[in-house]
């Protein structure tokens, strides 16, 4: 597609669910990132996949955060057993191989009552 | 104490003024230097990027970094109520999966009036 594409826009949730946040990236970007921004914060480094190769988990805050990427395209961040420290805007971008040049897109904004 | 520090402002001013936004940094390996625009409920777009030290001008828009001080810059001139936004700087080091990952200021908040 034309930009990052990110679903659903805005989620609210109760606490102790899991959601599903998915991000398709501009076609022909290897490399995906998730980001989150907490009201107030600049962006906070997730997740990054690269092509084939393991991804970088180093940002992911607890072992309830997890995201996968399917076929070098979609990925999908989940956060299982929701709660209100989660609530945030979560951000994918992509980029050309692994530049560090990002594209965002506009983001998926979490309520977790 | 954060790897990158950026004032948060809210910073207002009126058109045609000349706007300066700063970050300092703490990490050394820090080698390319970004700076973002995000208007609400958008995400951040890349605005400048420099590798290393010196100054980049792009239209009304010039990013300096001074590497020796640890402190990066965007100067916006004559500038329009379209450039209120929050301007996010970020950064990262060379290599691996360094290169991709940045690590952003908290964000400087802009308006400007006419």
């Known amino acids: 597609g034309a930009g990052v594409s990110q679903s659903p826009s805005n989620k609210v949730t109760e606490k102790g669910k899991d959601v599903e946040l998915r991000c398709d990236p501009i076609?022909?970007?290897?490399?995906l990132y998730w980001y989150r921004q907490s009201l107030g914060q600049g962006l906070e480094f997730l997740i990054y996949f690269q092509g084939n190769s393991a991804p970088d988990k180093s940002g992911l805050p607890s072992d309830r955060f997890s995201a996968e990427r399917t076929g070098g395209s979609v990925s999908t961040l989940t956060i299982q057993r929701t709660q209100q420290e989660d609530s945030a805007v979560y951000l994918c971008?992509?980029?050309?191989?692994?530049?560090?040049?990002?594209?965002f897109g506009a983001g998926s904004r979490l309520t977790v009552l | 104490q954060k790897e990158v520090e950026q004032d948060p402002g809210p910073l207002s001013v009126p058109e045609g003024a000349i706007v300066s936004l700063n970050c300092t940094y703490s990490n050394s390996a820090f080698q390319y230097f970004m700076w973002y625009r995000q208007y609400s409920r958008k995400g951040p777009e890349l605005l400048m990027y420099t590798y290393s030290s010196g100054n980049k001008e792009d239209g009304r828009f010039t990013a300096q970094v001074d590497k020796s001080s640890k402190y990066i810059s965007l100067f916006i001139r004559d500038s329009q109520p379209s450039d209120s936004a929050t301007y996010l700087c970020a950064m990262s080091s060379t290599g691996g999966t360094s290169y991709g990952k940045l690590t952003f200021g908290q964000g400087t908040i802009l308006t400007v009036h006419p």
């Open positions: 971008a992509s980029s050309l191989n692994n530049g560090n040049v990002l594209t």
């Open positions: 076609s022909g970007h290897t490399a």
